[in-house]
């Protein structure tokens, strides 16, 4: 008999982006409303590169946050060339970064202030690994040579690897994981317990043959852009396993409309305005609801080194209906993830 109701503890998000400003203030609802903690991308403009770019950034998400909830942003730096190792080393010991995050340089939207050497930035990574601070990898080679479906395996390959066995205590998530080949590079570091990776719903939902279904699809659009048929299976038997590297981490990049709807559009699907909806369907069509606790509100905590959260939520399995539109106090518009669409699940809050 299907479950129709769905308790579990208070789930985290892995993955964001907040932006600032209004963008901010219209999307951050969303997040507070589900998760209680979310790792929050530094990729601003200017990007949050010092300990005390992240101070002000933190206190400009909780000045936005809605009264009645109880949501911990969790700051990340962005790592340049440049970057101070004893600065970031500070801010992970006070408490301020919980990560440091690796775009490689024009990699993705707003990574041109990225690491261009992993070379440039060796001390900065042996000082993390005696420390214990976790790196965020964006996970794609930029080579122009490398077919953009393949960087992410060549990136496995040719840089995480390597990677891995230089710093032999370095803890690293590979964000967004959208192929076969990462669950494998996953699996295969388990046992070390220093690998993790997070997957979004997007990728659980659509291949990328969704992205030119009847027309091109620009708000489908992201990076690592989807792949086969095949790795959207890989991924959601992975999520779906309950193995303790994989957690969720929507990668929710809310873009105004007519930053999507260009010439050259923006990469990122806004997922935020119905997260564990779309999780739920998906693990729901695997079969493995029972699973979901585990990806959402366990495995990741644990990876961190911090404490599960005490709060429950509830999903039900009747239809809710995802927003047409959210609008910023500036007027611009962002499209949600499958926009005016049904879902199935509804997210009914704390019980």
Known sequence: MPTDRLVLRRPDDWHVHLRDGAMLKAVLPFTAHQFGRAIIMPNLKPPVTRTADAVAYRERILAALPEGHAFTPLMTAYLTDGTDADDLAQGFEDGVFAAAKLYPANATTNSA??????????????????????????????DAHVDIFDREAVFLERTLGPLLERYAALRVVL??????????????????????????????????????????????????????????????????????????????????????????????????????????????????????????????????????????????????????IVLTADGEAVLPFRSGETTRWSFAGAV
């Open 175 to 324: 964000e967004h994981a959208t192929t076969a080949e990462a669950v494998a590079f996953v699996r295969e570091h388990a046992a070390s317990g220093r690998v993790g990776a997070t997957i979004t719903a997007h990728h659980l939902l659509i291949n990328r043959s969704h992205l030119f279904a009847g027309g091109i699809r620009p708000h489908l659009y992201c990076l690592p852009i989807a792949k086969r048929e095949t790795h959207r299976v890989a991924l959601v038997e992975a999520a779906t396993s309950g193995e303790g590297p994989f957690f969720l981490g929507t990668d929710t990049a809310p873009h105004t409309v007519t930053a999507k709807e260009s010439a050259c559009g923006c990469a990122g699907c806004f997922t935020a305005a119905n997260a564990m909806e779309l999780y739920a369907e998906a693990f729901d069509e695997a079969g493995a609801l029972d699973k979901l606790e585990a990806f959402a509100s366990l495995n990741g905590p644990r990876f961190y080194g911090l404490p599960v959260n005490e709060d429950k939520v509830v999903l039900e399995r009747t239809p809710s209906t995802t927003p047409d």
């Open 113 to 142: 202030h990225g690491v261009t050497d992993l070379g440039k930035i060796a001390p900065v990574l042996e000082r993390m690994a005696e420390i214990g601070m976790p790196l965020l990898i964006h996970g794609e080679v930029t």
